[in-house]
DNA sequence: CATGTTCCCTGAGGGC
DNA sequence: TGCCCTCAGGGAACAT
């Protein structure tokens, strides 16, 4: 599941290929992801350079030259493969530069998009707009963890997960982050102390920068067309691993909530 | 406003 | 072998 290392991987593996190349074709075979395709985004990408690559929480972004920013996001399922050598089911966009590189977005469940939006207006973009700060970014700390939660009834679980609180996490990283700060994942947030707090903003970001690790280790697989991802998971210490033996010893729990599975160790974390 | 639930989508994997 | 079922989950929309 493409979250926030997921995503950083993919653009630093999509940087050497496309950072100061010119788009030379774009072939967009269906549009209908979870928003429409421009319908315009052959014209306004072809043609145009690549002056530099970036990311907000779990979207990528491609600056052009054009004065457009395509923002891209990889959904449930999304994945650029670089330079296939072969077409696959669900490549539903391609894109060639002025090398020869070629890309294709693969995105089976489509629950990814791509938008094109005018670089100057990218930070006040909708989905962008109500997004809380950058986990790895100098705003993010225990003092902003402190501010959001106090007062909270709602779970810590529930909290990391919204994206207005801190972006770019998902399930399996708010799992992880909970276990090594040793918090129970239906803990209300506003019940939790201040060093408690302290340490999980420290567990979000370590558990992060461990995950982008892993993934630029592994940067060799993004490209293999048949390769899967994989980057973190053998790190994981709760997530998937319901039934087995915590750090600890004690049983991983695993517990579903509105369709969502929590993993967590009953001793570890109170 | 805060919180909880549903839906979208397809492939993988388990049970029989 | 094949069919049916469940599960995966980000984010938008809707309900409470």
Redesign the pocket.
Known sequence: ?P?LPEVETTVRGLAPVLAGRRIARVVANRSDL?RPLPPDLGQRLTGARVTGLGRR???GLIHTDRGDTMVF?L???GRWRVDPSEAL??DHLLIETDEGRRLALND????GSVDLVPTAEVEDW??FGALGPEPLGESFGPGHLAAQFEG????AK??L?D?RVVAGL???YVCEALHMAGIAPSRAGGRIGTKRLALLADSVRSVLLAAIEAGGSTLRDYARPDGELGYFSKQWRV?GREGQACGCGTVIR?R??????TFWCPKCQR
Do not use: C, D
């Open positions: 599941m979250e979870r929480a779990k979207y996001h959904g449930m399922s089911t669900h089976p469940r489509r629950f909708g989905p909270r009834i709602a779970p529930a909290l997960l994206q998902g399930n399996i997530y695993r579903v909530e509105s369709g969502r599975s």
